[in-house]
């Protein structure tokens, strides 16, 4: 249970990141465009309630997967 919350807080961390981020910081990174990156994190928390917050699930898996390369491609860098 308390791998699946820390991997939701991820997921949601990075949803709120994207809507916190400027636009222009996504052109500017060379990474996909602002509104993409939208969809698929939503997509993320919803596939992880979906689940039934199982972190073994797989769309909680691939919601796994995208948050964690948005915050690579977005907060990693230093650009």
């Known amino acids: 249970m308390l791998l699946s919350l820390v ?11 994207c809507v ?8 500017y990174q060379d990474t996909l ?3 993409t990156w939208l969809v698929i994190l939503v997509l993320a928390v ?3 309630i979906v689940s039934g917050f199982n972190p073994l699930g797989l769309f909680s898996l691939l919601g ?8 690579a491609q977005l907060r990693g860098s230093n650009h």
């Open 33 to 35: 465009p602002k509104n």
């Open 7 to 17: 991997l939701f807080a991820v997921k949601a961390f990075a949803l709120i990141d």
């Open 20 to 27: 916190g981020r400027d636009q222009a910081q996504f052109s």
């Open 46 to 48: 919803l596939g992880h």
């Open 64 to 71: 796994t997967v995208a948050a964690l390369v948005y915050l």
